[in-house]
């Protein structure tokens, strides 16, 4: 059985793509910690523990997560980008790239902030635009 995210990568749910390409997708956390809160899967391994990806899978999920990271940084105020690896809550290997103005940003047990559809689409827009120019 498909996972939540293998399905959203497939387009049986929707979500709001911040990128992809043949190997990976990036989009908006649906209950984020920030505005821009994104989270990087790979669309074709569906393995729960991310050090249990292949070498190949492994570098290459990091590699686009670097891109995706560089075009958030341009497209979200903040003073950097950060990245958690959980993996607790959802049984495929995941990063979450989170822009930073203080390390209290990173903090999952903070309340998640509610965002407006047009919100989501504003935000995933700026940075596929960010992302296609890199």
């Known amino acids: 059985m498909a996972t939540i995210f293998t399905k959203i990568a497939r387009g049986e749910i929707p979500s709001y793509k911040v990128a992809e390409n043949d190997q990976f997708y990036a989009f908006l956390d649906n209950n984020p910690l920030v505005k821009g809160h994104t989270l990087v899967i790979p669309k074709n391994v569906e393995d729960d523990y991310i050090f249990h990806l292949d ?18 940084k ?30 209290e940003d990173l903090n999952f047990r903070n309340d998640r902030i509610r965002l407006t559809a047009e919100e989501y689409k504003q935000i995933a827009a700026s940075i596929n635009s960010e992302y296609e120019k890199l």
């Open 55 to 72: 070498e190949k899978t492994y570098l290459g999920l990091w590699a686009f997560a670097k891109k995706v990271a560089v075009a958030m």
């Open 74 to 103: 341009a497209a979200v105020p903040c003073a950097r980008v950060g990245v958690c690896v959980l993996g607790l809550e959802v049984p495929h290997a995941h990063i979450h790239l989170v822009p930073l103005n203080s390390e």
